[in-house]
């Protein structure tokens, strides 16, 4: 029998990797895992994430460069800095924050 996850973080909501240093806006919530076998193994097994929980996509960004990302719940925490994402797309996707939220623009037209 399947559990319900409940996503412990929602879109719009900034967050930060607790391994790797980087940041970003959430656009969109997988329910479980939903990427490829190849992106999956390609992850070194040591800190490979479980399949069975929420995956996130992310406007990321770090000290380098801004790119999309595919992060696990387990490798997510909240970032309670305050400091705005700068990445190129957000624009696209939100208006501007909200309480530290970015609120996510109509995309239906």
Do not use: C
Request: hydrophobic share 30%; charged share 30%; no cysteine.
């Amino acid at each position: 029998m399947n559990r319900i996850r409940i996503a412990k973080f929602g879109i719009g909501q900034v967050v930060k990797h607790r391994l790797f240093p980087f940041r970003g806006v959430i656009y969109d919530i997988d329910p479980e895992f939903d990427n490829t076998e190849e992106w999956y193994e390609s992850i070194p097994e040591h800190i490979r994430p479980r399949k069975d929980q929420p995956f996130y996509h992310l406007l990321a960004e770090n000290e380098e460069s801004t790119y999309l990302a595919y992060v696990s719940e387990q490798n997510l925490v909240a970032d309670m800095s305050g400091e705005p994402v700068t990445h190129p797309e957000l624009d696209d996707w939100f208006e501007e924050p909200e309480s530290g939220v970015y609120v996510p623009r109509d995309r239906s037209h």
